[in-house]
């Protein structure tokens, strides 16, 4: 089992950044990614990022290289700088953990975090 708790959203103006943290514990040594997705209301949730174990990253189209992956491997957190921010990022952002044990994948979900941007 992997617990995931995020931190770091809230009201954001236009322009502004802001950066999200999400810290695993439980069985991490069974993680090989986490990542962040969204979803706005009425739409379907989307991948934000993704960061691998051997650092490698990707990034959802909507992303547009706004927005940075890191992960801090002696905290078991990761964080997700968003920075130029327009009111299209207005979403709960989810962590995510992607395990692998005895070679059975299994997802592991954050509670979310508000973002909103608006003026």
């Known amino acids: 089992q992997v617990q995931l708790v995020e931190s770091g959203g809230g009201l954001v103006h236009p322009g502004g950044s802001l950066r999200l943290s999400c810290a695993a514990s439980?069985?991490?040594?069974?993680?090989?990614?986490m990542g962040w997705y969204r979803q706005a209301p009425g739409k379907q949730r989307e991948l934000v990022a993704i960061?691998?174990?051997?650092?490698?990253?990707r990034y959802g189209d909507s992303v547009e290289g706004r927005f940075t992956i890191s992960r801090d491997n002696a905290k078991n957190t990761v964080y997700l700088q968003m920075n130029s921010l327009k009111s299209e990022a207005t979403a709960v952002y989810y962590c995510?953990?992607?395990?692998?044990?005895?070679?059975?994948?299994?997802?592991?979900w954050g509670q979310g975090t508000q973002v909103t941007v608006s003026s």
């Open positions: 439980g069985s991490v040594s069974s993680i090989y990614a």
């Open positions: 995510n953990a992607q395990t692998v044990v005895f070679s059975m994948e299994r997802d592991y």
């Open positions: 960061i691998y174990n051997d650092g490698s990253t």
